[in-house]
């Protein structure tokens, strides 16, 4: 079965602090791993997939098949970052969030 | 145009009461999803239709109903709603399983 671990429940940083969302998943065949976000009472929206392998509002994932990782990435948060961010592994029939990570982007 | 729009977008009502949560997507996608969240912010699919057949059915009460009338709607019906039933129920549809989700508002469900 797969699963996917998002170890932190809140996530604080200063506006220009670097963030990294931690992202863990399990499963045995080769997955696609996705970034979702959800500001404040809106709906979900995809950031990012890795099999793109594109920056969006300045954040990266890098797949790590050895550590089963895609943690999330930016260099200067800010303040707008401010958010819900949920990782999901989409397999065959079926997409698994994570239970997410809010991050506080403190000014 | 919303690509996938549902409908009402809060709705509060009495325990024991059914009730209904339209979606509709414009998408052309052959997938639709029904998700719930709940309030810790945790999203746990509830359902997953291809094609008007159903798919994936997580262990949800049978008091919620799925019903695609065709591969644009994919309606959610509540019976007997309890207080437990509160929560953010997000509308989806994506092109095959493997590819973006993309989600509706999301109807906010209050049983009082």
């Known amino acids: 079965a797969q699963r996917v671990t998002q170890p932190e429940k809140l996530l604080s940083v200063f506006k220009g602090a670097p963030v990294e969302l931690k992202c863990n998943y399990s499963?045995?065949?080769?997955?696609?791993l996705f970034w979702y976000v959800q500001y404040s009472r809106q709906r979900l929206q995809l950031l990012l997939r890795?099999?793109s392998r594109e920056s969006i509002k300045g954040f990266t994932a890098d797949l790590n098949k050895g550590e089963t990782s895609f943690h999330l990435k930016k260099p200067f948060a800010q303040e707008e970052d401010s958010a819900m961010y949920y990782c999901?592994?989409?397999?065959?029939?079926?997409?698994?969030f994570g239970t997410g990570t809010k991050l506080q982007v403190i000014p | 145009d919303t690509a996938v729009s549902q409908t009402p977008k809060y709705l509060v009502t009495q325990m024991g009461n059914d009730k209904s949560i339209k979606c509709e997507q414009n998408?052309?996608?052959?997938?639709m999803y029904w998700y719930k969240q709940d309030s810790k912010k945790f999203l746990k699919i509830m359902f997953s239709?291809?094609?008007?057949?159903?798919?994936i059915n997580e262990t949800v009460p049978n008091r919620f109903s799925p019903k695609s009338p065709d591969k644009a709607h994919l309606n959610l019906h509540i019976n007997s709603l309890e207080l437990g039933d509160s929560a953010v129920y997000f509308c989806?549809?994506?092109?095959?399983?493997?590819?973006?989700?993309?989600f509706g508002e999301g109807s906010w469900l209050t049983v009082v």
């Open positions: 999901a592994i989409h397999a065959y029939q079926k997409v698994t």
């Open positions: 499963y045995s065949g080769s997955p696609e």
């Open positions: 890795h099999i």
């Open positions: 998408l052309g996608h052959d997938t």
């Open positions: 239709y291809n094609n008007k057949e159903l798919i």
């Open positions: 989806a549809g994506s092109r095959g399983a493997g590819n973006t989700i993309y």
